[in-house]
């Protein structure tokens, strides 16, 4: 496997690929193992849990997901997964590749851009069906460390065009070339986060003029570029104060790349409706 991957080290259940599936009989780590110790996780990986009878609660994001029959749910790199109460009832499988693996499919899934702000996906009975079939093939195939690459990125590709099709089911599906600006934007801000660059730096970093960003990043997301970036800002401010980082005001201000923490203060109050004080309040 590539040594740059991303994966946490030891996971893999493939010797040439990033990629692991658990179900309530298969894929468990040992007790005792650092992973199953940890309280929290930044997902440097995709996640993804798909129940097919039963229940299941995950923790993301300061957000308690409730899965249950036929509901997929997947989370995304950077997402800060809490662990300390696991819960999976019933049948489910669950998925964790990252984005070297993602790299070796054939094309892009849109869904993983989360446009419409839905990670649970409740599927149809023929859709969760052929979900059941692929996900137990590819464990069939990672119960040998040993398979083909080749015939698991081909399996990798069908359960993802699936999950895309049912991410957009009775929705427009976006324009491809938009989505990949889009796309390039986003990983753009996390790259360049704590940076604060300006909407023109980064429009001709992408190629693209300023107002076609702006209408991109508006359609896709609801949001200008500008306030994009500030809500992405203000999400990290909250999962490392949520997630244990306690620092002061003025010092996670400056980690974030304010230099006014003044102005950190009010942004994060216009975007959450509180302030840093009372969310730190409200997390003892």
Sequence with gaps: MNRSSSFPAGLSQNEHLPIRIVSPDFGHLPAGTGAEQMQTQRLSYYFFLFVYNGHSHVSADLNNFEVGNNELLFLLPQQIRDITRPDHGGAYFKLGFDQECLARLPRSYPFLLDPLHQQKIKVTPDSAERLKIIFSMLQGLLNKPDSDPRII???????????????????????????????????????????????????????????????????????????????????EAKRRMHYGQRSSVKELAFELGFNDPDYFSRLFKQITGQTVATFFRDLS
């Design 153 to 235: 990125l081909a399996h990798l590709n069908s359960l993802m065009t699936e999950i895309d099709a049912a991410y957009f089911a009775g929705q427009k599906k976006p324009d491809d070339g938009r989505m990949s600006k889009f796309a390039s934007f986003k990983i753009f801000v996390e790259d360049h986060l704590s940076e604060h660059r300006s909407i023109k730096s980064i429009s001709e970093e992408l190629a693209v003029s300023s107002s076609s960003l702006h209408q991109i990043v508006k359609q896709q997301s609801g949001l200008s570029p500008k306030e994009f970036i500030n809500e992405r800002l203000i999400l």
